[in-house]
């Protein structure tokens, strides 16, 4: 019997599903790109953007459709707000929390389906809990025993090579343009000892790049303060594994926020090798009454004197950043502030998004009163001023030679993908796949928009040789 999956939204919900596969096959099913195959088919859902929830019903509509010929079973999880779970409940077969996961061989038993699994054991069903109640209450629940329990579960990673650790769930911020403290519940820390328990099994398995995830991750044991370590002690943790265990790999974190950005975060990553340079930081406007209205908790100053240590003590660190344009009420010149923000300081790579109101969020009460036209415009101009920012800085490597993470095949032909530590895009002639996964270095010869070009250093020293 086979299963299929659609994840939805950011990368939690990918590493939510990573989860989500470890339970399904360890009840017997197996993994099947086709949908139509399938016997179990769910969804990791995001309410956070609405073109998520669109996609959600049109792929429910089909399934249910599809019901009329055979058996199936389908499910919604992931990051869903109240009011769209109480639709939800009406269109699947269960709908769950991700806290609940490790109950989903229970809730299945409950539905009436016998599983590979179950088949093969007389005893019954693998994972059946007794007690459990069927997921039905509309409210998520808030309980951090739950999330603790779907954290033990080993994820059946979707990559052999990179992959992502999630260190905490939920947020304690409620920027007002923000559904997620109401999807995902307040900030619970993952115990530290499991985070290095699997960086540690994953770096063994020879993973090259790993991502610590949190919805704020850089406020780490807040929730636990005096029982957990904070951030920078995580970090640090990591840091000694990746002195002592001599191996070449990368970790990233994402999104910190602004506010519990420490010195001491920024120290430690200036330490150790294998904490990548590469900073994230959301700024979301350049104007310090936006951000109120925002309810960011930070201003322009702060993020300045962020940046300015990151620049000092990493030097060679790329900067990446979030923007909302159009935000309701953003005058013209409060939008200028973003202009020059930018302008001062020439992001790397900057997420612009036009804002539109998210169903449950603080801000979608608030007239969305900024035309459609306007937003569009601003748009343009931040990624324009992105674009002559980032060709000016990849002009600067041409000419240099740079340790890459292969990560596949390229668009263009012949040609294979890698990051940088910084995270920018380099690609070079090759159709050796078994670079995939490893660490090479390649000469860069051209920048163009966002990627560089480059020969790799192996093949030109082969070359030299022969
Ligand atoms: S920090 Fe703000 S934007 Fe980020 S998850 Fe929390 S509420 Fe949402």
Redo the contacts with the bound molecule.
Sequence with gaps: MKYHLVTLGCQMNKSDSERTSTVIERMGYRWTDAEEEADILGILACSVRQKSIDKVYTRISKWNHRKKDRNLLTFVSGCILPADREKFLKLFDLVFTVDELPDLPSMIRQYGIVTPASLQSPAGVPGAEKGFEPATGLEPKKNPAEIRRFWKINPHYSSAFEAFIPIQNG?????T?????YTRGREVSRPSGEILAELRDLVEKGYKSITLLG??VNSYGHDKLGDEIPFHQLLEKIGEFGKRSGKDFWVYFT?P?PRDMSEEVIDVIARYDCLAKQIHL?VQSGDDKVLIRMN?NHNIDRYREIVRSVRKKLPAATLFTDIIVGFTGETDEQFENTCRLMEEFRFNMAYIAMYSPRPGATSSRWKDDIPLETKKQRLQILTDELIRHNRVYNRSLVGKNLRVLVVGEDRKKGYLKALTEGRLIVRFPSDDRSLVGQFTEVRINSAADFSLEGENLAIIEELNES
């Design positions: 947020c304690d911020k409620f920027c343009f923000c559904a997620v403290p919805q704020n999104s926020h959301p960011r």
